[in-house]
């Protein structure tokens, strides 16, 4: 059972940073993407930043050159790195891995974190 655990949010005003961290624990199969998802208030939740096995990274366009995802697998932790915040990145925030169900599986399953408060006003 894999289980991921989100920390780092809280209240910040425009342009200041936060870190978030996820641990995760459990085995995570191979062809693994590891993401950070946020849903604001009244809207869908959306991608902000993936990386995968290879180090490959993606960004929402909104987040791009703002924030940074990083994984430490000695650590079993995934992080995010958001400067300049902005009042339209508030949200929950949700930490996301994408494995195989098992090693020599062709399937894939998902795994969500409960999630952690961003809140940025003056």
């Known amino acids: 059972q894999v289980q991921l655990v989100e920390s780092g949010g809280g209240l910040v005003q425009p342009g200041g940073s936060l870190n978030l961290s996820c641990v995760t624990s459990?085995?995570?199969?191979?062809?693994?993407?590891r993401a950070w998802y946020r849903q604001a208030p009244g809207r869908k939740r959306e991608e902000v930043a993936a990386i995968n096995d290879g180090g490959d990274t993606r960004y929402l366009d909104a987040v791009k050159d703002r924030f940074t995802i990083c994984r430490v697998d000695r650590l079993n932790t995934i992080y995010l790195q958001m400067n300049d915040l902005k009042p339209e990145d508030t949200g929950i925030y949700y930490c996301?891995?994408?494995?195989?169900?098992?090693?020599?599986?062709?399937?894939?399953?998902?795994?969500w974190g409960q999630g952690t408060q961003v809140t940025v006003a003056s």
């Open positions: 459990g085995s995570i199969n191979g062809d693994s993407t």
């Open positions: 996301y891995v994408l494995d195989r169900s098992s090693p020599t599986s062709y399937t894939y399953r998902t795994h």
